[in-house]
Nanobody, 119 residues
Framework: QVQLVESGGGLVQPGGSLRLSCAASGSIRSIYSMAWYRQVPGKEREMVASINHEYSTNYADSVKGRFGIARINAYVYLTMNSLRVEDTAVYYC???????????????WGGGTLVTVSS
């Protein structure tokens, strides 16, 4: 089994910055990709940013130029700048992993961390 644990959420004013962290641990043979998603009540979960095994990144249009994703080994970070009220959401860490106990490629999710952007 693999565990993903997020940290770094909280309350920030519009225009402010925040950095989220996610640590993956457990039966990891290799990591195909890691990503951040977010969800607000009543809406579908949406991809915010992703980074693959070649460290190529992809961003949602709504966060391009403001958010940055980075990965070091089994850790992934999301740096969020120029935050807007509409960035308020629960942010989830996601990882696509070659699991040596499952003996197959498996997708895992963290429990989420709340980011609130408000004055």
């Amino acid at each position: 089994q693999v565990q993903l644990v997020e940290s770094g959420g909280g309350l920030v004013q519009p225009g402010g910055s925040l950095r989220l962290s996610c640590a993956a641990s457990g039966s990891i043979r290799s990591i195909y990709s890691m990503a951040w998603y977010r969800q607000v009540p009543g809406k579908e979960r949406e991809m915010v940013a992703s980074i693959n095994h070649e460290y190529s990144t992809n961003y949602a249009d709504s966060v391009k130029g403001r958010f940055g994703i980075a990965r070091i080994n089994a850790y992934v970070y999301l740096t969020m700048n120029s935050l807007r009220v509409e960035d308020t959401a629960v942010y989830y860490c996601n990882a696509d992993i070659d699991d040596y106990i499952q003996q197959r490629r498996t997708e895992y999710w963290g429990g989420g961390t709340l980011v609130t952007v408000s004055s």
